[in-house]
């Protein structure tokens, strides 16, 4: 079979590997659609946390259709649709325990979305294998995982009916936060500064868009937009200190401001103590998913709400993927990568 193995930093390669056969527990997944992201680029770039050694396979967004299945496993037969999660929490440490599975202490992450066939360990397939819904073909599937860590973001907030929820980026994921916060009543205020995101923004649900310019000018539009007072709700979706400072200033006196947004690791931010202490803003952030959470996923997506396609990028071939995650084929990270 064909798959794709990050060896090292910008060592990218499409190899010929053996097929897997499945042990107990075990499941072999024909992969028909995986989904590309930035965090494929970042991960080709610098590395990843979900990297553990070179080298490595790559790509966390994926679905497809059983091929094989070892002894034991009854959930799932040969030629039954799945979406597979890229991780499965081991369910008894502290923090599984407490209910937050995303930080377990034992994370099991699965990579190998980028590939003709992956080999499913047992606690992804006890744990986190998930059957399609008839509603939802196999090619949109991959958009649970994404879609799932939306999910977990506003399953820790409180967004109030016409609440003004802002999302800072609106790209897939800002976009994703943007119909979630809608479908619950919020009243989404999308900010980008490039101008065919902002014109997809109220086809998620936006009721309002603002032209990014990166500064205070951001602020005052929001508060603007909020009887001068800033928003209930603001979610960061671009993964960069300034923009979480700039999320931070957004958000009204008692506000939550989810910094959603990943940065890398040994980046810091500034926050005036005033507006934690005196106008009590809270700070939180949301890594991840859950099993909870990408069956959610799943059944927004066969809710067929939103046209959740639109973000699913260009379709490409295998071969085609080094030179998409490098920016070759276009300065978006999203594709469709039909093996």
């Known amino acids: 079979m064909r798959a794709a193995r990050l060896h090292g930093p910008g060592d990218l390669r499409i190899e010929t590997l053996p097929d897997p056969a499945p ?52 959930q799932v037969r040969p030629g039954d649709a ?17 209910g937050r599975e995303s930080l377990c202490e034992d994370l099991l992450y ?27 073909d196999v090619r949109l599937a991959p958009l649970a995982e994404p879609l799932a860590c939306a999910v977990h973001a506003l399953d820790v907030v409180d967004v109030r009916p016409d609440d003004a929820v802002v999302v800072l980026g609106g790209g897939s994921l ?19 500064p490039h101008d065919e995101r902002l014109a997809r923004a109220p086809t998620f649900g936006a009721a309002e868009t603002v032209t990014a310019e990166r500064g205070a000018a951001d602020v005052a539009a ?17 993964g960069n200190p300034q923009a ?11 506000g939550t401001v989810n910094l959603f947004g990943g940065c890398a690791r040994d980046t810091t931010f500034t926050v005036p103590t005033e507006r934690v202490h005196y106008e009590q803003i809270t700070l939180l952030g949301t890594y991840h998913h859950a099993p909870r959470y990408l069956a ?44």
């Not at 929001?222 to 671009?238: N, Q």
């Not at 979480?244 to 008692?254: I, K, N, R």
Request: aromatic share 6%.
């Open 296 to 339: 959610r996923a799943l059944e927004i997506l066969a809710a067929d709400r939103w046209p959740w396609g639109e973000l699913c990028g260009p379709v490409i071939g295998l071969a085609e993927l080094p030179d998409a995650l490098a920016g070759r084929l276009g300065s978006h990270p999203k594709f469709t990568v039909i093996p």
């Open 23 to 74: 042990g107990p527990g075990e499941v072999v997944l024909a992969i028909a659609a995986a989904l590309s992201c930035a965090t494929d680029v970042k991960s080709v770039e610098r590395g990843h946390p979900s990297i553990a050694s070179y080298p490595s396979p790559l790509g966390h967004e994926f679905a497809g259709r059983v091929e094989a299945v070892g002894p034991g496993v009854e």
């Open 174 to 192: 800002g976009l994703m936060l943007c119909a979630l916060a809608a479908t619950t009543g919020g009243r989404p205020i999308v900010i980008d």
């Open 222 to 238: 929001v508060r603007a937009l909020t009887a001068g007072r800033g928003a209930p709700v603001v979610f960061e979706a671009v």
């Open 244 to 254: 979480w400072e700039l999320a931070v200033a957004m958000a009204c006196p008692g």
């Open 110 to 136: 699965l990579l190998g979305g980028f590939g003709e066939r992956l080999l499913i360990p047992d606690r992804v397939v006890s744990t986190n294998l998930h059957p399609l819904p008839a509603a939802v």
């Open 82 to 98: 799945a979406f597979c999660a890229d991780s499965a929490p081991c369910g008894v440490c502290f923090q599984c325990r407490r």
